[in-house]
């Protein structure tokens, strides 16, 4: 059983190829978590797609037609980052910000959650959140972007609710939510940066 496990967290959060990136700079770290030619059924025309199908079970258990679609102004769409900016596991014990610049393209909101590389539940913490969304008051940036800090401690300079504690003794992975993601979104003309190591 341990074998089996340490295989399908491998295979989930280090995905075989063609692992679909978000962004054509081969740096961005944001990769689509369904990765299937075929989400739905897991068939192609010559195999069933094991690894990807397995990936996404062991992440996420369970999915909706809607993330496999591609509808613009609908729908929901999911981008994963598991590393830093300089190809870093994601540690607990380390502070990285994430900025999410202005007019980002969705109708509805967006969301970030941070999530427990061992249990793939949501981090715990004594801070008892998990999320930053736009739904809530966030502190902007002079210039509409939003500057999100996740870290086992608060930065005397960051706002508490652009602040997502994280847990020292684990290592986490982020899920970035675009709920009805506008044209901008899939056409890229809208871009955001890697999770980046802050000192």
């Not at 692992?19 to 740096?27: L, Q, R, Y």
């Not at 793939?120 to 966030?138: A, C, D, F, Y």
């Not at 002079?142 to 652009?162: F, I, Y």
């Amino acid at each position: 059983m341990l074998v089996g496990e340490t295989w399908a967290m491998s295979n989930s959060l280090l995905k075989r190829d063609p692992v679909k990136h978000w962004s054509d700079d081969p740096k961005s770290q944001w990769q689509y978590i369904l990765f299937m030619e075929s989400p739905l059924d897991q068939m192609t025309d010559t195999h069933m797609e094991i690894d990807a199908r397995s990936a996404y079970t062991y992440e996420a258990v369970t999915m909706s037609a809607a993330a496999t679609m591609n509808l613009v102004d609908a729908g929901i769409q999911y981008l994963a980052a598991y590393k830093d900016d300089d190809g870093r596991w994601l540690d607990g014990a380390k502070s990285y910000e994430l900025v999410v610049p202005a007019n980002v393209p969705m109708l509805n909101f967006w969301s970030v959650v941070l999530y427990d590389n061992d249990t793939r539940g949501m981090i715990i913490n004594p801070q008892g959140k998990t999320e930053v969304n736009s739904r809530q008051p966030l502190v902007a940036n002079a210039d509409g972007a939003v500057r999100l800090v996740l870290s086992p401690q608060k930065p005397a300079d960051v706002p508490e609710v652009n602040w997502i504690q994280t847990n020292p003794e684990k290592g986490f992975f982020a899920y970035f939510r675009w709920y009805s993601p506008t044209m901008a979104f899939f056409d890229r003309s809208w871009k955001m940066g890697n999770i980046k190591e802050i000192h």
